[in-house]
Structure formats: C-alpha cells, structure tokens
C-alpha cells in the first residue's frame, strides 16, 4: 500500500523527523478557508498514487490567495493518468542548497532489509546509480535488529558527506529506520532529502510503501486505504474476502480464478490468443456459493467487462457448491457471456446444475479449450 | 526414497483443533500420514481424530518423537508458532499460511537456515511424496507417483500441471509448494539439491512466475551443479508492470525488474526448457521421459 506524500509527511511529523510543513485540503471548501491564513510563496502538489505528475501539471506554485484559489480549483478538476485529484498537499517554498537520497527498502533477492544513501539525489533511484555509481552506498542489515551506528558511519563515509551534515544525517537516519520497521514498511524513502539555507537537513518529499500483510495491525493506514482507493470495486469485493485486480482499462474479459497462479496463466493465454483481460477477481481458497455469486456480480458491475470466464480449478471445492454459486446469481450477469471451466470433486453434479441455468452460458473442458471458446464467443 | 517426508515421517499439526486444521488432518490421516500431535495453545491434554494435543511444540516432540510440522494457523499468528516450532529444533516446518507480514518472514527465513531448520512456505499447499505421505492442503487424489519432481510458487498452477500429467500416466516422485509470498522459507536455490541427490526424481519442474529474482537465483544454481533435465514455466509475462496480484511476491517493478522475459533468458541459458503454458509443459515433459 503506497502512501500518499501528506500521510508520508504526517508519519515524518510523528516521528519528529524533520521535514517540510503543509496543510492538506480535500475540496474547494477547505482550500477556500485557508484565504489569508497562508505564508506566500508555497506549493500545490497533487496527491495522486502515480509518479510523473510534476510533468502532468500536478506541481504548482502561487504567491498569494487568489492564484492559491484559482490554481487549486484547475488541480481539483485534473486527472493525472486518469486519476482524480481529491487532496492536495500545500508545503512551504524552501531555499535548497542540496539536494540528497536515502531510502529503507527490502533486498528480495538477499531477503534482508537495505540501506540506500547517495549525497547526490532530486531523482530517481536508478538514474543515481546511472550518473554517480561511486556516490551510491547501499548496505544490507540484519533482519529487523536495531540500525547499527557503523552501518550510518560506513554510508556516510563511503559517500564522502560533508562533515557539517553528518549530525542531522544521524538522526534522520535513526528515525527513518524506526519508521521502516514500526510501520511495516516495504520501502521507507526520502527523495530529495535537502539542506536548506541554514545548513539544516530536511525530508522534502517522501514516499512510504506499507507492506499490505501487515495492515491488520495498522488501522489508521486501512482505512486511508479505503478513503482513497479510486477503484470502488476493489473495496466492494474485499468486503467478501475478494480480491479485484484490475489489469487493462482496454479489455473486455473478466477472469475469476480460486488462486493467483490461476489468474496468471489465463492472463498469459488469453493475451497471447489476441484477446485482452480487464480484471481479474481472486476468490483464494473456500470458494463457496456465496462468494462465487458475488464474485460473479462484481465482474459484471465493470461495465468494461462483456464476458466472463471462470477457471476453477477445485481440488478440494466441491464443483456443485461452485455451480450453485452461477445458479444464484444468473439475474446479476444477465447481459454478459459466461464461460465456465470446472474441475474438482463433484464435478459431473456441479455441471448438471449449470446445464439447468438459463442464459448464455458455455462449459469448457480444461484451460485451453476456455480460450478457445472465449475466441469463439468473442470472434477473435 | 523420497525427500523432505514420507511414510516414516511424524508430524505435529499446529492448529489442529481450527476448523481447517482438523479437516485437513482428517485427509491426511486418511492418505496414510502420520500425524502424531496436535499442538495448540491453552488445549493440551485433548484429543482430536483420535491425534493427542499439547500446549507446546517441545512437549509434542518429546512424547512423540514427531520430526516435522505443518501450521495451519491464520497469519497474525504465525511468526510466533513458526518460532516456536524453530527453537524448539524441530527439523522441518511446513507454512500454510497466506498473507504473512513480509518483515516476519525476513526474520524467520534467516532464523530457520542459522537453526539448520528446513521452512517451507508461506502461502504454500504443502509437501506430497505421492503415494506415501502428505503434508499440506493439496487435493492428494490427482497426484500420483512417478518420477517427475515439481516445484511450485502457485498451488493452481501445479494442481493444473498434476491434472494433466495423470492423465497422461505420469506421476511425481515428491511436490514441494515453495508459496506465492514475497519472502519464501525455502527458495527454489535451496531445494534444487534435494531433487538432483534423490533418486527416484528423472525430471525437476520449476513452476515459477513474475516478481523477484527466484528463478534467477535456480538458474545460476542448476547451471553448476543440476545434472538432471528441467522444464520450467513461468506464468503472469502478459500481466502489465506494477500490478500487484494475489500473490504477494508476484509483482514486477515499474523498471521490469522480476519480469517473465529475463527469468525465461536465464532459465534458457542454463539448458531449462521453457513452457509455454501447462499443457505444453506436459507435452515437453513426455517427450523428455
């Protein structure tokens, strides 16, 4: 779950790291009854989960209320890569005199947590690495013990940064960590972290990514989660213990499967049949009636999606459990095509019930012959 | 011979008094494994199916001489029952669970090599040396033994590939779910030597799919030291970058990191015939036996 930079800044405020202050505003109202309350010059950044909004107009200035008011409203009725903007964040101009990188994140491929550092930031990651691989200090920590002062001393040192700045570096350091490891983080990073005009350091901008296991114990970042989301079927379905996924806003195919992998392979058949998936709904284990009928409903509640298919591969599911699933909500999913493939214990009951279904429904004998008939239907 | 477990294994059921962990203790004790314990906490002294239950893994182990565990226990609690299972030196612990918190898993995965523990999981079906003995949720009736060892991050997709395979008579020396998290146990690295040295595997399949640098990490390893042939099949090349699936770890960085394309090269370049899909990994497969 990636944060939006406000959140970011409002977790930074409660861990005293220092960092740039600002309001939020969430609609004209609350922007409008900021009117001679603000310290000109400040910014308007749009806070949308997406990178590249500077380019797309999300980063503004103003200096005084009326371009506040008349710049805000422009931003509020901006999509930046189709997403709205319903908050946005207005910090402090600051003088900077540097501009510097640090981050938290998981190493997968080692499985421990590492430190990124680099004196010279303002940009991505990678293209750091690109210009100025000596500048770069990246090390990896033991799995979740407390961060090391030789760990701190080894990236400043490696680095070569300035010895005025090594105090607040410390610190910031310490206090990220903390972040990285209280708040379940997947990444934890400052970009840019800057000096100002009184050799201060600073998280200018910031950006948490929380690992979504985690959020059973993280109630304020559930339901920022929610408040958030664009996507209202993703909250919807979750409340079945559904997973929607949204894939391609150019198909018109809806996959359900009991299991990621599942998912996966159809994608990876349909697509290479010149065929394009739009969603995908994950039912995990325990694909029961109900679920199945609500996952069936949610699929068709996408007005993008003209057929669904069905991959269900049971195992242990009792195929006519599925089956009643299709039967209880035929009424939902009127208008659209179903293709069904089904496989596990039951399956012949399961398969008698659906033949007894009104509608326009088509059984498949295994993945291939699903996308086969999926072509059929679609005439591909 | 088969690795990890088999007809001699005894096997504590973490969890066994949960709904799923006792259905699934049914199964197992009905596919001829030997649960010998139940652990959970605060129900010792009962009884389930017939299988005594204690308060500690440690106790389980001592009246039992049990030599593996499979925790069916919901995720929040799984750190501390994988722990437990760790410290108290049991050599084989086996995770269900779906959605452990990833920083958890850093910890244990570390905490199980430097114990000499083998971890399998999370978000994994099990083990199953067919015909002998399973630990896990897998529907046991589609598998069958035979002398293809597979491994796999999804459950599906292995279900899929064992469907297909009885039907064409071929069977599976020992299926191992390595899971679909992000941080797994034990990774396809670690348990590709347990199939090279066992003899009853002919043919290993790696079952993998986006996200992270597994199958990258099982192509360095089986270029220098895997002498038997290996089909792999990567699922999810069609699902656009950044998109997080079901499962955790299947995802590739906006920067394609963790894509199907790079895994497949290196896969190739190790002498990995790739699949397309799983029928024709069942095809390649019964061409190479």
Redesign the interface.
């Known amino acids: 779950m990636k944060l939006l930079e406000y959140k970011a800044h409002e977790i930074f405020e409660k861990y005293d790291l220092p960092c740039r202050s600002g309001n939020v505003v969430g609609s004209m109202e609350e922007l409008t009854k900021l009117r001679g309350k603000m310290k000109y010059p400040l910014v308007l950044k749009a806070q949308v989960q997406t ?1 590249g909004r500077g380019k797309a107009g999300g980063i503004q200035f103003a200096s005084g209320d009326s371009e506040l008011l008349k710049k805000g409203k422009a931003m509020f009725e901006m999509k930046i890569k189709d997403l709205p903007v319903k908050y946005i964040f207005l910090p402090e101009m600051i003088e900077l005199k540097k501009e510097m990188y640090l981050s938290f994140t ?1 190493d ?2 080692h ?3 590492v430190m990124i550092f680099s004196p010279e930031g303002g940009v991505e990651i ?1 293209e750091i690495a690109g210009k100025h691989p000596d500048k770069i200090a990246k090390v990896l920590l ?3 013990e407390p961060l090391n002062d030789f760990v701190i001393q080894y990236a400043m040192d490696k680095t070569g940064l300035e010895q005025n700045y090594r105090s607040d570096f410390k610190d910031i350091c310490r206090k990220l960590y903390n972040i990285f ?1 209280d708040m ?1 983080c ?1 990444l934890a990073e400052i970009n840019p972290l800057i000096v100002d005009d009184n050799n201060k350091l600073m998280a200018l901008d910031g950006k948490i990514d929380i ?4 959020l ?2 993280h109630d304020d970042i559930r339901e920022f989660r929610d408040d958030i989301e664009e996507n209202k079927l993703i909250p919807e379905a979750r409340k079945f213990n559904l ?1 929607y ?4 806003n150019e198909g018109n195919i809806a996959v359900i ?9 159809s ?6 049949r010149g065929m394009t998936v739009t969603c995908a709904l ?1 039912l ?2 325990g694909a029961t009636a109900d679920r199945i009928t609500e996952s069936l409903r949610i699929a068709a509640s996408n007005p993008l999606v003209d057929t669904i298919f069905m991959n269900i ?4 599911t009792r195929c006519d459990e599925i089956a009643r699933g299709v039967e209880n909500g035929i009424g939902l999913f009127a208008d659209t095509k179903l293709v069904i493939r089904l ?3 039951n399956k012949e009951k399961g398969l008698e019930i659906i033949a007894g279904v009104r509608g326009s429904i088509k059984i498949a004998e ?3 012959n699903g996308v086969e008939i999926l072509a059929q239907e679609l005439k591909v | 011979m088969s690795f990890f477990i088999d007809e001699n294994t005894k096997l504590i059921v973490q969890g066994i008094t949960g709904r799923e962990g006792t259905f699934h203790t049914e199964q197992m004790l009905e596919y001829g494994t030997k649960v010998v314990a139940g652990v959970t906490p605060g129900k010792g002294g009962g009884e389930v199916l017939g299988v005594p239950v204690f308060n500690t893994v440690m106790e389980a182990m001592e009246e039992t001489d049990a030599n593996a565990t499979l925790l069916f226990v919901p995720p929040k609690f799984m750190y501390k029952a994988a722990y437990e299972a760790i410290i108290s030196g049991i050599p084989l612990v086996i995770t269900i669970a779906e959605g452990v918190p990833v920083h958890e898993m850093l910890k244990l995965h570390h905490l199980a090599k430097e114990k000499g523990c083998r971890l399998i999981g999370p978000n994994s079906f099990g083990v199953i040396s067919p015909g002998k003995a399973k630990a896990g949720f897998m529907a046991h009736r589609i598998f069958m033994p035979g002398n293809v060892g597979i491994m796999s991050r999804s459950a599906t997709n292995c279900y899929e590939t064992v469907f297909l395979l009885k039907q064409k008579g071929i069977g599976q020396s020992t299926v191992v779910g390595v899971g679909g998290d992000m941080v797994p146990g034990s990774t396809f690295a670690d348990i590709l030597p347990f199939f090279e040295n066992d003899p009853d595997t002919k043919i290993i399949v790696l079952i993998g799919e986006i996200g992270g640098s597994e199958e990258e990490l099982a192509a360095a390893y089986i270029k220098e030291h895997i002498t038997k042939p290996v089909v792999a099949l990567i699922a999810g090349k069609n699902v656009p970058n950044d998109t997080s699936m079901g499962h955790a770890g299947a995802i590739v960085s906006p920067d394609g990191e963790g894509s199907a394309e790079k895994k497949e090269a290196e896969l190739r370049n190790s002498g990995v015939h790739i699949a397309e899909g799983t029928e024709d990994l069942v095809e390649i497969l019964a061409d190479l036996l």
Not at chain 1, 267 to 272: F, S
């Open positions: 990178g998981l997968r491929k499985k421990k947590p990678n033991g799995p979740l490891i379940d997947m690992d979504d296991n985690s059973f114990r997973l996924i949204p894939i391609n499967s009991n299991g990621s992998g599942m998912i996966m392979s994608i990876d058949l349909i697509t290479k994950d995990g284990g591969f049971g195992g242990i496989e596990g214990t295994g993945l291939k």
